[in-house]
């Protein structure tokens, strides 16, 4: 069965500073991997997709994740954090083998002071 | 523009009183999904449908019907509400199984 885990409900970061946001997952084959943030009020944003290739991402807002098939994560990194990248982030996980099935993460919010 | 539109955004019903949130996307996708988030437990799909006339169940369907007659639109059927299925309900639509795109969201109270 698919799962995806997010280890911490909340990760707090000063401004300028690094921020990771942790994200495990398991599932059988091969993994499509997904980062979605959530503003208030507001539906689901894509951040950046892992499917074949580099293990590397980058995506939207500066933001990049490394896939890592060992350990099964897929970790939300981005060099200096803004206080606008203030949200809730999503992991997902879902495989293209017939079928669309789409598994979250309970999300993980990220706190940045100024 | 390209967007998934939601209707309606906040409904409030009562116990047993059939509904429908419709969902419409003007991107030609195939994929469609529909989703309920409630704290602490994410999003969990609850129906989705890979082109007309396919649809298949996710994690939480119990409750819900769907019908997909027309690329376009995937609407969520509520038969007989109960107060369990309050939450805030997304669609989403995607090309292939890639990056979905998602709706505003329907924030869905049953009394």
């Known amino acids: 069965a698919q799962s995806v885990a997010q280890p911490e409900d909340q990760v707090n970061v000063a401004e300028g500073n690094p921020l990771t946001v942790k994200c495990t997952y398991s599932?059988?084959?091969?993994?499509?991997l997904f980062w979605y943030v959530q503003y208030p009020n507001r539906g689901l944003q894509f951040l950046l997709k892992y499917i074949t290739g580099d293990n590397l991402v980058k995506g939207s807002y500066g933001f990049e994740a490394e896939f890592n098939k060992s350990q099964t994560s897929f970790h939300l990194k981005k060099p200096s954090a803004l206080v606008s990248d203030s949200a809730l982030y999503f992991c997902a996980v879902s495989r293209n083998t017939g079928g669309f099935k789409t598994i979250f993460g309970a999300g993980t919010r990220l706190f940045v002071k100024a | 523009e390209a967007q998934v539109t939601q209707n309606p955004r906040y409904l409030i019903t009562v116990t047993g009183k059939k509904l429908t949130v419709t969902c419409s996307q003007n991107?030609?996708?195939?994929?469609m999904s529909w989703y309920r988030q409630d704290p602490g437990l994410g999003l969990r799909q609850i129906y989705y449908s890979m082109n007309v006339e396919v649809t298949d169940k996710g994690d939480v369907p119990e409750g819900y019907k769907v019908s997909r007659k027309e690329k376009r639109n995937f609407p969520l059927i509520l038969e007989s509400p109960s107060p369990n299925q309050t939450s805030l309900y997304f669609c989403?639509?995607?090309?292939?199984?890639?990056?979905?795109?998602f709706g505003p969201g329907t924030r869905l109270t049953v009394t």
């Open positions: 991107m030609n996708h195939e994929y």
């Open positions: 599932v059988s084959g091969n993994p499509y």
């Open positions: 989403a639509s995607s090309f292939s199984s890639y990056e979905q795109y």
